[in-house]
């Protein structure tokens, strides 16, 4: 089958970076489709960061430390840009005004003016494919709740739990980082860094919160710096929010957490939807099972524990059999993005990658969840300007 290349660069070279590497080097995994990333330019700060691309991929043709030499090559169709939370804005921008198609971190700017900024050239540049980095939905249990709710399995919703946890902060004497700093990280904290995760399906699904009661935590108030200094942690660790629901239809409440002191969780991703008809979890920590309790009035109320097997939105070569994982889920959500950059509407499959939408309601949730938090009050969260 002949392919469509698609030439990207690549806007920091850290971990996320090279998991895209990973994925485009993994590209003969899938099955049946007609397109294919190629790297061919890399850009970071660092020079060593880079030299990691150029001695690992082959495809690397050009390396950068100045991101605008990177867009001004006319050859490069995409990119793909992971950088702290306060250089989104301007580089993001700057993607998009070089008419380079985008796959950006998230939270889309470090604040919600960053955001609006982001949103507005994406508005002047509609012929710009612009998506953000969200990876667990891809996942085959995830996606049987996905297909659950868009045929309406639940009924009346009763409540729905989503979260993102993992214990990586949990040790005190782990050394300070951006992540830690409003300055480049802002003041979202743990929900600018993995809330997206948790608000991209309720988001897809129209579950817009009308009302958010924020509770945040600081645990752990100051790291050594790298020169053996105690500095404070300026961020939050883990955010609790409460929110409620209102669909038109129906209204229910709504739990999202992002933890990153949860004991005992290395990287847990999870959604639990309640209804009158099925109620049904997923989670990254059994990523191989999917629990759903179907209900008619006046029968069993029984758990049913499933396998899920590897049956992705992308067929590959990988047999149903088999366990599906994390590097599982970045492949297949670059296949989602490279299927529409390639066929626009017609893409093999209908779930694409989150949107500039759906990363600027995270905005309006966060921005609320710190207003409740400074307040001690419900805030209402106006989605109509």
């Known amino acids: 089958m002949a392919k469509k290349i698609i030439r990207f660069g690549v806007i920091g070279c850290g971990l996320m970076g090279k998991e895209f590497a990973s994925a485009a080097a993994r590209w003969l ?27 690992n991929v082959p495809s690397v043709e050009k390396a950068y430390t100045d991101y605008k030499l990177l867009l001004a090559d006319p050859t490069i ?23 380079k198609h985008l796959l950006g971190e998230k939270p889309f700017g470090i604040d919600q003016n960053a955001n609006q900024m982001v949103q507005a050239a994406i508005i002047k540049h509609p012929e710009v494919i612009v998506r953000c980095s969200s990876e667990f939905p891809f996942y085959p249990g995830a996606q049987q709740l996905i297909q659950w709710v868009q045929e309406n399995k639940f009924g009346k919703i009763i409540e729905v739990e989503a979260g993102f946890w993992h214990s ?15 300055a480049t990280n802002g003041e979202y904290g743990c929900m600018g860094d993995l809330g997206m995760h948790v608000l991209h399906l309720p988001m897809r699904f129209g579950w817009k919160p009308k009302s958010v009661r924020a509770l945040l935590s600081k645990i752990v108030p100051e790291r050594p710096d790298n020169q053996g200094n105690m500095v ?30 949860a004991p005992g969780n290395a990287n847990t991703w999870f959604i639990k939807i309640q209804g009158t008809k099925l109620s049904a979890e997923f989670t990254t920590k059994n990523p191989k099972q999917v629990a759903s309790l179907p209900y008619t009035p006046g029968g069993v109320q029984a758990w049913h ?60 949730v966060f921005t609320a969840a710190l207003e409740s938090n400074r307040t001690g009050n419900t805030t209402q969260i106006n989605w109509r300007d």
């Open 29 to 55: 995994h899938l099955t049946n489709v007609d397109f294919e990333p190629r790297i061919v330019a890399v850009c970071d700060a660092v020079p060593a960061a880079t030299a990691w691309f150029e001695e």
């Open 77 to 99: 169709e995409a990119i793909y840009c992971a950088v702290p939370h306060n250089l989104h804005e301007q580089i993001y921008v700057d993607i998009i005004e070089a008419g």
């Open 168 to 182: 990586s902060d949990l040790d005190p004497t782990k050394a300070i980082n951006w992540k830690r700093r409003i």
């Open 232 to 261: 404070p942690c300026e961020t939050w660790d883990n955010a609790i929010l409460a929110c409620d629901v209102d669909t038109g239809e129906q209204s229910f409440p709504m739990v999202l957490s992002t933890k990153r002191i």
């Open 305 to 364: 524990v499933a396998d899920a097997p590897y049956k992705s939105a992308y067929q590959t070569i990988t047999g149903g059999i088999f366990e599906f994982g994390f590097s599982d889920s970045i492949l297949q959500m670059w296949a989602a993005f490279c299927d529409e950059l390639v066929h626009g509407a017609e893409m093999q499959q209908n779930f694409h990658c989150a949107t500039p939408e759906e990363a600027a309601g995270s905005h309006l």
